[in-house]
């Protein structure tokens, strides 16, 4: 009964210097968020230790009357919502959620069309090393140049020409609602699947403050962790009639035993969801998303080059525009790094610049709304955020007093909503 700290000193360093990290900056990946503490003790119970191979009621391992239990709560939670027909919660990851929702409905050398990586689509839409790019004939869409939102004029047009066996709909990098009744519409034009991925947008469906592809699509998938905030996994829903396709695609089609540790802790993550507290958090996410953007659209930030991508937002993510900025995306990055925010470059669309560079900034209001975020928190945060921007478009880079003063102001805010504060014991241990 060694503990961590015992057994292995350099792995315990260097999760304390990981909490320490997470406590004291301000996480603004938009694809991260905090997972509650009951969701972390379920993850780490000794369900880690049970073989479940099958599902529940059909297992090819003895024992498994327990787990049975609790994978049964998390598929009939999640089912209720999302109001879908069916689920499968056993896929490790978004990226095998999707995989095997493919393979449940393709066949190699099937077409599919999906969202360009370059325009805000996920790797397994269709990227050429993907897995999808190399089983799959992949017809990329794309957003138009005059207002980047997704061209459904284009997505049709593509449909007819290509006739694919399945479209995909969903984003890793896209600040607006997708119209699912109209992919949906496409879809049975050409006789396609339709399968909408919102791993990024699954918390708002779930707090009934985005759409939901429920009703629309084939097949949904969804990874856990993100909006939703729960553990690391991923999850398909699909209707009734896929039901038998899918659970043999996940199993054995694609994965050997369910982590049935994360299927808990999806599990406690679906209830919680379900929960009033869990739609008030989302409109937290919402609203400062919305002041982050409203902020960097101020003249301040115009003047030097800086806008948003859409011209605002609808989700929990804005996306800066550095296309007309000196500031490339890697130097937005590091700025802000620099002054305890952590965000993600990311590509825009009609981007000139190479994408390990790129013109855009990801930010995302989750993880700070999970943490207590509210307005007030938001515009201070969106005020930090815009400063170090235009500080750093100049010279590329903050001055020592710029970046110092407004690491204080960073400080201030984390110190307001301590993180995990009944941690720090056991990391000190
Ligand atoms: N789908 C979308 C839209 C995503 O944004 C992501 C992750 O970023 C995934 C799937 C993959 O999820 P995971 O990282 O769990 O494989």
């Keep these: 009964n060694a503990s961590l ?21 301000l996480e603004m990946i938009a694809s991260e968020n905090f997972a509650p503490s009951a969701v972390m003790e379920a993850q780490g119970s000794v369900l880690t230790n049970k073989y479940a191979e099958g599902y529940p009621g059909k297992r090819y391992y003895g024992g498994c009357e327990h787990v049975d239990v609790i994978e049964q709560l998390a598929i009939d939670r999640v089912k209720a ?8 919660v056993q896929p490790h990851s978004g990226a095998q959620a999707n995989a095997a929702a493919m393979f449940a409905l393709l066949n190699p050398g099937d077409t599919i069309l999906g969202l360009s990586l370059a ?9 050429k090393i993907n897995f999808s790019g190399k089983l799959y004939n992949v017809v990329p869409y794309h957003v138009r140049e005059s207002d980047l939102r997704v061209d459904m004029a284009e997505v049709e047009r593509l449909a007819l020409e290509h006739k694919p066996k399945l479209i995909v709909a969903g984003w890793s990098a896209y600040s607006r609602q997708l119209d699912f009744a109209e992919f ?11 399968m909408v991925d919102m791993a990024h947008f699954a918390g708002l469906v779930a707090a009934g403050l985005h759409p939901n592809p429920v009703p629309f699509a084939d097949v949904v998938t969804t990874t856990t962790h993100k909006t939703l905030g729960g553990p690391r996994g991923g999850v398909i829903m699909a209707k009734e009639e896929y039901a038998k396709k899918i659970n043999s695609a996940v199993f054995p089609g694609q994965q050997g035993g369910p982590l049935e540790h994360v299927i808990a802790a999806k599990a406690v993550a679906f209830k919680l969801a379900a929960a009033p507290e869990f739609k008030e958090r989302q409109e937290r996410v919402l609203h400062g998303a919305k002041l982050i953007a409203e902020r960097l659209l101020q003249s301040d930030v115009g003047a030097a ?6 011209g605002g937002t609808d989700v929990h993510l804005v996306l800066v525009d550095l296309r007309n900025s000196e500031l490339d995306g890697q130097q937005g990055e590091d700025a802000l790094h620099r002054i305890g925010i952590t965000v993600n470059r990311n590509a825009v669309p009609f981007d000139p610049r190479p994408p390990m560079v790129s013109s855009g900034l990801r930010i995302g209001t989750p993880a700070l709304a999970a943490r207590g975020f509210g307005a007030a928190e938001f515009a201070e945060v969106a005020d930090i955020i815009a400063t170090a921007l235009i500080a750093a478009a100049g010279a590329g880079t903050l001055a020592d007093d710029t970046a110092s003063e407004l690491r204080s102001r960073v400080t201030a805010l984390a110190d307001k909503f301590p993180l995990y504060p009944h941690l720090n014991d056991d990391a000190a241990l």
């Design 305 to 310: 080059g800086i806008s948003v991508v859409n």
């Design 119 to 127: 325009h805000g689509g996920h790797l397994t839409h269709g990227m």
């Design 81 to 88: 919502l999302f109001g879908a027909e069916f689920a499968n």
């Design 184 to 194: 949906r519409r496409i879809a049975d034009l050409v006789g396609a699947y339709l």
């Design 5 to 25: 700290a015992q057994v292995d000193a350099d792995v315990a360093a260097a999760v304390a210097k990981e909490l320490e990290r997470q406590q004291s900056t």
